[in-house]
């Protein structure tokens, strides 16, 4: 008999293969052995050490997450992503970590590349939180594809250390933090540092009637020193890429030359040609500059600069065959934060921050002839015509805390109290024009205009005591005022709207509680409210076409209201192995998703409050050190039963969505990435990802994932080869999706995809 094992099961075998190799080290393991981290192929940094399911840093600087919490924090160091993950984008760094999923459509993607988590699926961007060294990169303006975290402000080469705190289990984070929160930690010298990369990739695609291959290539370049109380780093990046088709051009009436398809929820039509075809270019330069003014006190800035000029093509399978420029992006935004930071030790410790994100210049333009999925090409239309432009100038964030945390028996004592003080500010300008050219045009008649600002500000409180040798508890309270003021609405001739101002007064416990049973076995409970209050966009933003308002804001929308749990038992061998289970549960309410409304021609949604939706799931585990002659081993499977309870909203039919899956959430994942240090100068990393069946939208109808808009399962293989010719330089191959599978989650994912890369560390 013969049998077959699913993807998800070949990564659970993963886990199991732990099993015995961590058994037999526990018999030589004497009981009274301090705890060390575990380390994988490449990890020459310090990385992080888990004791009582709290994480802490030996000898290197601690990101801005909280030191103290019994709850699941997963990470990977910089030198970890270098040796094992072929990493173009900063976002690559997740590939490996437990139940995250980015959904990078190509080297570069600045617009869809957003963040799934346990109970949240991509179109859920506002219920996670990224950060780099403290500063808020996650969009918050609003909640879906078009608004990915600002991964472009981190490359690869800087990052030192990546953390995630899974959960709303900390009382320091707003209730955006109810899937997850991912912190980047970049570099800061010791001494002079020099850091040169080039890189390229290519990508063969074969969909429908294309078949082309698209190149791209990347160079980055880093500095870096101390002198005194001095420290700085410049990088400077430069990302040249081609993207695969995106969108495609699709009727229910036979075309000659149009490739026969099915639609998503298994109806025939044919596909006539692409869309949407990006050729992306990006420049990147962050500033980072400290000064020391005492020994635990620490004066920093950061700037940074990220452009993007993206052109998208079309190209038409039918007769007359035409193809060019359908749409132009063109983006400058200006980042920069400020901080000052005591860090003794002892019995207080405080920081003060504040930061800015400014859309210098964020235009798109595009013709308005046709659908908006694919405008139907005509040659006029390729030299100009009418159009219109989408202008966020004048968008952005800004963000201001004040925090500290207190010993009350100093260092080593029993109670550790974090407190602090927060206000998040967003601010929203669109302005849509109608342009008579819009090759060359920038601005014309003003169609529609969506204004808005939101504001939460924040106090919170948590203390992390230990009150028993192998106990601790974690109680936190997170208190916030939420404002909506400002908004507007103009659509078409007529008068701007102005909507009355809102707010809204909310409280959020947090509780955890860790016990260690025996040497490195810990039992963690942790439970938190979130509230993810409505994004500006949400609130006030439409999206005008040439046929309507393909989108309606609403103003009146309620916040998410969150609870999430989770139990989990982990068990740490030293140099061995590190394994964990744990079990959640999320129980939202009035969650936010956008909804066709019923009976109206052309199809427009609205964001509406999804009243009940409930996730149940299990979440393995494991990494595993020198599992055979220098093979390290991570891996991990998760279930996760979410399910649409209630939902009153805008639906075609009464209880046609209820019982059915949450969107986007599929029930089984999984992940595992082997990495052989064959000598002292290779390493041959190999990594595999799995997604089961999964639906894009609320009623399930969508049960054809294998076609364009649709939402597919995949199972993918990743392989990487990295030489080591001296102590500075190092080359490595890689080869992306290396089984060459075929997936969509609406657009379609890249196909297999080769890279190669030249490094220079001095």
Same mark, same amino acid.
């Given at each position: 008999?013969?049998?077959?094992?699913?993807?998800?099961?070949?990564?659970?075998?993963?886990?199991?293969?732990?099993?015995?190799?961590?058994?037999?080290?526990?018999?030589?393991?004497?009981?009274?052995?301090?705890?060390?981290?575990?380390?994988?192929?490449?990890?020459?940094?310090?990385?992080?050490?888990?004791?009582?399911?709290?994480?802490?840093?030996?000898?290197?600087?601690?990101?801005?997450?909280?030191?103290?919490?019994?709850?699941?924090?997963?990470?990977?160091?910089?030198?970890?992503?270098?040796?094992?993950?072929?990493?173009?984008?900063?976002?690559?760094?997740?590939?490996?970590?437990?139940?995250?999923?980015?959904?990078?459509?190509?080297?570069?993607?600045?617009?869809?590349?957003?963040?799934?988590?346990?109970?949240?699926?991509?179109?859920?961007?506002?219920?996670?939180?990224?950060?780099?060294?403290?500063?808020?990169?996650?969009?918050?303006?609003?909640?879906?594809?078009?608004?990915?975290?600002?991964?472009?402000?981190?490359?690869?080469?800087?990052?030192?250390?990546?953390?995630?705190?899974?959960?709303?289990?900390?009382?320091?984070?707003?209730?955006?933090?109810?899937?997850?929160?991912?912190?980047?930690?970049?570099?800061?010298?010791?001494?002079?540092?020099?850091?040169?990369?080039?890189?390229?990739?290519?990508?063969?695609?074969?969909?429908?009637?294309?078949?082309?291959?698209?190149?791209?290539?990347?160079?980055?370049?880093?500095?870096?020193?101390?002198?005194?109380?001095?420290?700085?780093?410049?990088?400077?990046?430069?990302?040249?890429?081609?993207?695969?088709?995106?969108?495609?051009?699709?009727?229910?009436?036979?075309?000659?030359?149009?490739?026969?398809?099915?639609?998503?929820?298994?109806?025939?039509?044919?596909?006539?040609?692409?869309?949407?075809?990006?050729?992306?270019?990006? /420049?990147?330069?962050?500033?980072?500059?400290? @000064? !020391?003014?005492?020994? =635990? %006190?620490?004066?920093?800035? &950061? $700037? *940074?600069?990220?452009?993007?000029?993206?052109?998208?093509?079309?190209?038409?399978?039918?007769?007359?065959?035409?193809?060019?420029?359908?749409?132009?992006?063109?983006?400058?935004?200006?980042?920069?934060?400020?901080?000052?930071?005591?860090?003794?030790?002892?019995?207080? /410790?405080?920081?003060?921050?504040?930061?800015? @994100? !400014?859309?210098?210049? =964020? %235009?798109?333009?595009?013709? &308005? $002839? *046709?659908?908006?999925?694919?405008?139907?090409?005509?040659?006029?239309?390729?030299?100009?015509?009418?159009?219109?432009?989408?202008?966020?100038?004048?968008?952005?964030?800004?963000?201001?805390?004040?925090?500290?945390?207190?010993?009350?028996?100093?260092?080593?004592?029993?109670?550790?109290?974090?407190?602090?003080?927060?206000? !998040?500010?967003?601010?929203?300008?669109?302005?849509?024009?109608?342009?008579?050219?819009?090759?060359?045009?920038?601005?014309?008649?003003?169609?529609?205009?969506?204004?808005?600002?939101?504001?939460?500000?924040?106090?919170?409180?948590?203390?992390?005591?230990?009150?028993?040798?192998?106990?601790?508890?974690?109680?936190?309270?997170?208190?916030?005022?939420?404002?909506?003021?400002?908004?507007?609405?103009?659509?078409?001739?007529?008068?701007?709207?102005?909507?009355?101002?809102?707010?809204?007064?909310?409280?959020?416990?947090?509780?955890?509680?860790?016990?260690?049973?025996?040497?490195?076995?810990?039992?963690?409970?942790?439970?938190?409210?979130?509230?993810?209050?409505?994004?500006?966009?949400?609130?006030?933003?439409?999206?005008?076409?040439?046929?309507?308002?393909?989108?309606?804001?609403?103003?009146?929308?309620?916040?998410?209201?969150?609870?999430?749990?989770?139990?989990?038992?982990?068990?740490?061998?030293?140099?061995?192995?590190?394994?964990?289970?744990?079990?959640?549960?999320?129980?939202?309410?009035?969650?936010?998703?956008?909804?066709?409304?019923?009976?109206?021609?052309?199809?427009?949604?609205?964001?509406?409050?999804?009243?009940?939706?409930?996730?149940?799931?299990?979440?393995?585990?494991?990494?595993?050190?020198?599992?055979?002659?220098?093979?390290?081993?991570?891996?991990?499977?998760?279930?996760?039963?979410?399910?649409?309870?209630?939902?009153?909203?805008?639906?075609?039919?009464?209880?046609?969505?209820?019982?059915?899956?949450?969107?986007?959430?599929?029930?089984?994942?999984?992940?595992?990435?082997?990495?052989?240090?064959?000598?002292?100068?290779?390493?041959?990393?190999?990594?595999?990802?799995?997604?089961?069946?999964?639906?894009?939208?609320?009623?399930?109808?969508?049960?054809?994932?294998?076609?364009?808009?649709?939402?597919?399962?995949?199972?993918?293989?990743?392989?990487?080869?990295?030489?080591?010719?001296?102590?500075?330089?190092?080359?490595?191959?890689?080869?992306?999706?290396?089984?060459?599978?075929?997936?969509?989650?609406?657009?379609?994912?890249?196909?297999?995809?080769?890279?190669?890369?030249?490094?220079?560390?001095?």
């Amino acid at each position: 008999m013969t049998y077959r094992f699913t993807p998800a099961a070949r990564a659970a075998l993963v886990l199991l293969a732990c099993l015995p190799i961590a058994a037999r080290a526990e018999e030589d393991t004497a009981a009274d052995k301090p705890a060390e981290p575990i380390r994988v192929a490449g990890d020459d940094a310090n990385p992080p050490v888990k004791h009582l399911g709290v994480v802490t840093v030996t000898g290197g600087r601690r990101g801005s997450l909280p030191s103290q919490i019994p709850t699941t924090i997963e990470g990977i160091t910089g030198a970890q992503v270098q040796a094992s993950i072929n990493a173009t984008d900063s976002e690559d760094a997740l590939k490996y970590l437990p139940s995250l999923l980015v959904r990078k459509r190509y080297a570069g993607d600045y617009n869809h590349a957003v963040l799934s988590t346990r109970a949240s699926g991509t179109g859920n961007s506002a219920r996670s939180l990224v950060y780099a060294d403290g500063i808020l990169l996650s969009n918050l303006l609003g909640n879906g594809a078009s608004f990915a975290p600002r991964w472009g402000l981190v490359t690869p080469e800087e990052i030192e250390r990546v953390d995630v705190l899974y959960g709303p289990f900390s009382a320091a984070y707003p209730g955006n933090s109810a899937g997850a929160v991912v912190d980047y930690l970049t570099r800061m010298p010791s001494k002079f540092e020099a850091h040169a990369v080039v890189g390229a990739f290519s990508q063969p695609f074969q969909l429908y009637n294309t078949d082309t291959t698209y190149n791209g290539w990347q160079a980055s370049t880093s500095l870096g020193d101390r002198s005194g109380g001095w420290s700085w780093w410049v990088n400077v990046n430069r990302l040249d890429s081609e993207g695969q088709p995106l969108v495609f051009d699709t009727t229910a009436t036979p075309t000659a030359g149009a490739v026969p398809d099915t639609d998503k929820t298994g109806k025939p039509w044919v596909v006539r040609g692409t869309g949407t075809q990006y050729r992306t270019v990006q /420049d990147h330069l962050k500033l980072k500059l400290a @000064y !020391d003014l005492a020994s =635990d %006190l620490r004066a920093s800035y &950061t $700037a *940074g600069w990220w452009r993007n000029d993206a052109v998208g093509r079309s190209e038409q399978y039918v007769a007359p065959v035409l193809g060019g420029v359908t749409n132009r992006d063109g983006l400058a935004h200006l980042m920069q934060a400020l901080s000052l930071k005591q860090n003794a030790g002892g019995a207080f /410790d405080w920081e003060l921050a504040a930061s800015v @994100y !400014d859309y210098r210049r =964020d %235009l798109s333009r595009k013709p &308005t $002839a *046709g659908s908006t999925q694919q405008p139907a090409l005509t040659q006029a239309l390729l030299d100009g015509g009418n159009g219109s432009a989408t202008d966020l100038h004048g968008t952005g964030w800004n963000t201001l805390s004040a925090r500290g945390t207190w010993r009350p028996g100093g260092e080593g004592s029993a109670h550790v109290v974090d407190a602090g003080v927060q206000q !998040d500010s967003f601010r929203l300008r669109t302005t849509v024009y109608g342009l008579t050219d819009w090759n060359d045009q920038e601005s014309g008649t003003v169609n529609s205009r969506f204004d808005g600002n939101t504001r939460l500000r924040s106090v919170f409180g948590q203390d992390a005591w230990r009150f028993a040798d192998g106990w601790m508890a974690v109680l936190g309270l997170r208190g916030e005022r939420w404002q909506a003021y400002d908004g507007l609405t103009q659509t078409g001739a007529f008068t701007p709207y102005a909507h009355p101002q809102r707010s809204e007064t909310a409280w959020s416990p947090k509780a955890a509680l860790s016990h260690e049973l025996r040497e490195g076995w810990v039992l963690k409970a942790s439970a938190g409210r979130a509230l993810r209050f409505p994004t500006v966009s949400e609130l006030y933003q439409g999206a005008a076409t040439s046929s309507g308002i393909s989108n309606i804001a609403n103003p009146d929308l309620r916040p998410e209201r969150s609870w999430t749990s989770e139990l989990s038992s982990e068990w740490t061998l030293p140099d061995v192995a590190t394994l964990r289970l744990t079990l959640f549960h999320e129980d939202t309410h009035d969650a936010l998703y956008s909804q066709p409304l019923p009976n109206v021609t052309p199809a427009t949604n609205s964001v509406q409050n999804v009243d009940h939706i409930r996730t149940t799931g299990l979440e393995a585990a494991a990494q595993c050190e020198n599992v055979w002659r220098g093979v390290d081993l991570q891996g991990s499977v998760t279930y996760a039963d979410s399910t649409i309870v209630a939902n009153s909203g805008y639906v075609s039919t009464p209880g046609d969505t209820v019982g059915k899956w949450q969107p986007r959430v599929p029930r089984w994942r999984a992940s595992a990435l082997a990495a052989w240090r064959v000598d002292e100068r290779w390493t041959v990393s190999y990594g595999a990802r799995y997604s089961g069946r999964q639906y894009g939208s609320l009623d399930n109808s969508d049960t054809n994932g294998f076609t364009y808009m649709g939402t597919s399962k995949y199972f993918t293989t990743d392989l990487r080869v990295r030489f080591a010719i001296d102590r500075q330089w190092h080359v490595a191959v890689g080869i992306d999706n290396l089984n060459n599978y075929q997936y969509w989650n609406f657009h379609p994912y890249p196909q297999r995809t080769y890279s190669a890369e030249l490094r220079y560390d001095l």
